[in-house]
């Protein structure tokens, strides 16, 4: 296998990180990364056996040791420079990630740089994991709370952003003082492997962090249940997510769960329809629809319908799909033939339950795993796509009479993660506030995702938040600490 060591001039193998160390599997085996642009196999990463499961929980529980003793400033330090790092190697990061995953290179690069960003954010409020005097009721007795790290933490990722992903959970783990084994995306490895080499190279001690890879109903199994593993964060499908929620809260183990999403966009009648379009298309496209917060279910009032997919599909049409590398693309592949396959099923069952596509619906080319940005219209609650978590590159439209029935439909779903509306009436607003039920809700602009803000969802969407000073929340315990003078 090519050594991490080399950097990226070529497309590198990737190895597992275990205890400061770069390392093939203890049984060589491997898997194999295809590239979704061409449907070539590029490379490898390695696939992690028990034994270097082991290892890893060896490791991170020696890293705790270590880390939990550092000052909050010391570890400050270590990130900040980790993140410099990150920022130097931005365009090798993102070429590696586009090659990976498929997304255009400008928003491999976007998702480089916010992942540094992350990294700061993450660094700065470490250092304010405050406790607090509590009034006591002899003024002979001190009552305090100190806030702890939760100890050696595990993280699952996925593939669709699998840089920033990992950086919400590694981030505040650090920051907090907690060890951390990531559990990568075999599908895209190479630029987590960029991130883990910032991080060596900044001083962070070994084993405070681990890079392994392999087959995650195997790696679940063996790390969820171990008893140094203290606290447990995974990003996926709802059906995983219960199932590793459940199997941690047998091991009384501290959860954080990003699940799926199935993001409902209100538009009201007196919306700004240009602005809102504009919006969409990015919003909508990015990644080819594979983001867990990407819009799906476009609730349209029916007095400016026909107007807003009129202009929609204007601007949809004219987007330029291709090879994410390619000088100008705006959406690139789906990240495999399965995923292709999955929204092309969806949209065969809404259009033969009377659905409509107003555009695209159709693959492109004969290499890769390209599907056409695709509108499709007068779809109705019984459709497959519209209770489904469609992750594809498809908007799904439908009208609405008034704003309670449209309310009615964007909370109908078990999903509960993002949620999108345009509206001049601040009276409307408010409505909406009140009414969607989903962790976060943009009105008339794109504003999901910062670093500063919290990321999660409610109902089936998940578990805590992954963003904001509520991330390092989930790996601190608060002590209660009482004193009475002697």
């Not at 010391?74 to 990976?100: P, S």
């Not at 619906?361 to 940005?373: C, E, M, S």
């Amino acid at each position: 296998m090519r050594s991490e060591a080399e950097g990226p001039l070529n497309y590198p193998d990737t190895r597992l990180f275990i205890n400061g160390e770069w390392c093939d599997s203890s049984d060589r085996r491997t898997i194999a990364v295809t590239n979704p642009a061409t449907g070539d196999v590029i490379g490898a990463v390695s696939h992690a056996s028990t034994g270097d499961l082991e290892r890893a929980v060896a490791a991170a529980t020696a890293g705790f040791n270590v880390w939990v003793k550092t000052s909050a400033f010391e570890r400050y330090k270590v990130l900040r420079k980790a993140a410099a790092l990150l920022r130097e190697r931005l365009e090798d990061a993102a070429r590696l990630l586009t090659t990976d995953e498929g997304k255009p290179l400008a928003e491999s690069r976007l998702e480089v740089g916010s992942s540094a960003d992350l990294i700061d954010w993450f660094a700065e409020e470490g250092r304010r994991t405050y406790g607090r005097t509590i009034p006591a009721r002899s003024c002979s007795v001190q009552q305090v709370t100190v806030k702890d790290p939760v100890g050696p933490s595990v993280g699952f990722t996925p593939w669709n952003f699998p840089m920033s992903q990992i950086v919400r959970k590694l981030g505040p783990a650090l920051a907090a003082g907690c060890s951390i084994i990531i559990k990568g995306p075999e599908e895209a490895p190479a630029a987590p492997a960029v991130l883990f080499r910032c991080l060596q190279e900044a001083g962070l001690p070994a084993g405070v962090a681990n890079l392994v890879f392999g087959t995650p109903a195997e790696i679940s199994q063996f790390l969820i249940p171990h008893p140094a593993i203290r606290k447990v964060s995974f990003t996926g499908s709802v059906p995983v997510g219960k199932q590793l929620a459940s199997l941690a809260g047998l091991h009384m183990k501290r959860v954080t769960m990003e699940l799926g999403g199935h993001a409902p966009v209100i538009i009201a009648d007196d919306a700004n329809i240009e602005a809102a379009t504009t919006a969409l298309v990015g919003a909508k496209f990015r990644n080819a629809g594979q983001v867990c917060i990407s819009p799906t279910r476009f609730l349209i009032q029916s007095r400016v319908h026909d107007q807003f997919v009129e202009t929609y599909l204007k601007k949809v049409e004219a987007l330029k799909v291709g090879d994410g590398l390619a000088e100008g693309t705006q959406m690139g592949p789906l990240i495999s033939e399965r995923r292709r396959a999955a929204v092309e099923m969806l949209i065969e069952d809404a259009t033969a339950k009377g659905a409509e596509i107003a555009t695209g619906g159709k693959r492109i080319g004969n290499v890769g795993y390209f599907l056409a940005p695709t509108v499709v219209t007068q779809v109705t609650s019984r459709m497959r796509a519209m209770n489904e978590e469609p992750f594809g590159p498809v908007a799904w439209i439908r009208s609405f009479a008034d704003l309670d029935e449209a309310i009615e439909e964007a909370s109908r779903l078990p999903f509960g993660l993002g949620s999108y509306a345009w509206t001049a009436s601040a009276a409307t607003a408010r409505r909406l506030v009140q009414g969607i039920q989903a962790g976060m809700l943009t009105i008339n602009h794109i504003g999901l995702g910062l670093p500063e803000t919290p990321y999660g969802g409610v109902k089936d969407s998940g578990h805590g938040y992954e963003g904001g000073s509520e991330a390092l929340e989930a790996y601190l315990t608060t002590r209660f600490i009482t004193m009475d003078a002697i």
